[in-house]
């Protein structure tokens, strides 16, 4: 049995749980913190960041959410999320690369840092300043993908692939924290309504981080 | 004909070109600075980064070294670099995330922007104190490489692997700059001479950015 190591509000911990539940591969659950990481957890992944995964039978721990995501991709067949040509592969990886970096660097990882951590760890305000520049770069990128979702069902061409699942991952987290403005946004939202209404997903948004209340159309299909 | 937009010192176009001279694809180079780009060259890549490579005649434009990477390890059968079990493919893409984002956050990108950017954009003189703590990462992570070239001969394993390619890269780029100091890290120093022996690795050594002049043993095989 897969051990997944993580916390309820890590982008990159959801991604690969969106994916691994749209394959219908099961998991146990473990809470890491990051920020006080374990020497345990340490040991499993020297950079320290989550989501780690286990399976302690076949001695295997797999770590970096595309790794692990690529892993599934190669080993399970069923719902293929990087599937058409290798151009439409290098398309899918673009994107994915681009929330995972991108978009976390500038939305998701100041939002993190001023609305989680800064309350859990340093019982400190957020910074007014820092909210307002990571919402004004989600409003710029939420225009790419209006942009993207203008000319494609979906956002890396015609089918639901890994891009998709890595946005609505690092969205999720960003919209949890109040970051999103879904104002002007009706490409994205309509694909976004979408998203939330997989089983796979729905799961996923019902969990809630200690003390971070999120705002009440976070989990709702109509938003 | 491929087309490559970078620069001299971009780890991420040296990734590219380092795989791309091992498997045997030719391509030309067109020089590209992502802290001025051209509007012609953000049309490409929105993220404005480098490395882009585009085929005109087949209308392919590939942004983003990892997807890149992936594109011609599944199209180009020679010198296979992510070989083995999904589960050895794993530990590669680990491994080459942790160069292309931790290594280069930690030492690449403050050593660009105190020692290039600094010198080339704005004129001024690098920050001492940034300059030392990136070294001082440098250091740690080179610790890191020294336990995994103890136990393997390679990176991720037995043979060289687009982990080596990545790794090499942001060395290169980190000691061009200044920010490597070789003492105390034997195995790592062993299996940088070997990537330096390189035919294809030693054209890129051959490479100089303008005004920025790299020390004495940079190019050399035995340093």
Known sequence: MWLLYQFPLCPFSRKVRFLMAEKGV?????RESPWAPRDDFMQMNPA??????TDATRSITLCDSQAICEYFEETVDQF?????SPVDRAEIRRLTA?????VFGDVVAPLLHERMKKRLVHRAAPDGGVLREAMRRANTHMDYTDYL???RSWLAGGT???ADITAAAHISVADYLG????????PTKR???AIKSRPSFRALLAERMEVIIPPTHYDQPDF
């Open 179 to 186: 970051g999103i403005d879904w104002q002007g946004h009706r």
């Open 191 to 193: 694909w976004y309504a």
């Open 149 to 151: 979702l203008d000319h």
């Open 160 to 162: 639901m692939t890994l």
């Open 98 to 102: 681009w929330f995972d970096q991108i």
């Open 48 to 53: 320290g960041t989550t989501p780690v995964l």
């Open 26 to 30: 099961t998991y146990d659950l473990e």
């Open 80 to 84: 293929p999320l990087m599937s058409g």
